[in-house]
């Protein structure tokens, strides 16, 4: 028998879960534009909302997705554990860690700009480590390529100090929000 109705029925429930991420993106986008149209004037702490909960939904993949590349070094190429890790590595990828950071500049951006005119040395700051944590993100989803076509060549020692620098920005990124030493 072959292997190809797994696959597509795995492809099938993957194509399911994106369309599932984009409707529930879609519905973000029409609630946000509901509650800017209705109280335009209260709108700024409902996008400073929707800007930590994407922000907590990015990071949360970006801390998970080299974890699962330390795991997934350790599973043997083609094996049903690897061809796992890719499936786990791409939805995480594509359903969650894109859309959240999409999110998180669409409305960080405009939080700076409508709350503090892009002022402030803080601001500019963390502008520029969201700019660090987004080339990490880049670098992320290279590896999942990577991963996908079994040409991944960086260890499992590699993963867990990448898995350590989103930690790093993420803490130098609060500090500045918070404490706004500048």
């Known amino acids: 028998m072959s292997n ?4 597509a029925k795995r492809d099938s429930s993957g ?20 509650v800017f149209w209705v109280y335009p004037d209260n709108f700024y702490p409902w996008a400073k909302a929707i800007h930590v909960i994407a922000v907590i939904a990015w990071m949360a993949g970006m801390l998970y997705l080299p ?6 070094c350790a599973a043997p190429v083609g094996s049903p554990q690897s061809e796992t890790f890719k499936v786990m590595e791409r939805r995480l990828l594509r359903a969650i860690i894109n859309p959240a950071m999409i999110v998180t500049w669409v409305f960080g951006l405009w ?11 803080w601001l500019h700051a963390k502008i520029a480590l969201v700019l660090a944590m987004s080339a990490v993100h880049g670098y992320l989803s290279a590896a999942v390529r990577r991963f996908a076509e079994d040409r991944n060549e960086k260890p499992a020692r590699h993963w867990r100090i990448v898995n350590e620098v989103p930690t790093l920005l993420m803490i130098a990124i609060v500090i500045l929000v918070v404490v706004k030493p500048f």
């Open 15 to 34: 194509m399911q879960a994106m369309t599932r991420a984009i409707a529930a993106i879609l519905v973000l986008l029409v609630l946000t534009g509901l």
């Open 4 to 7: 190809s109705k797994p696959d």
């Open 67 to 72: 974890r699962l590349f330390v795991y997934h």
């Open 111 to 121: 939080l700076a700009w409508k709350g503090f005119a892009f002022q402030g040395g």
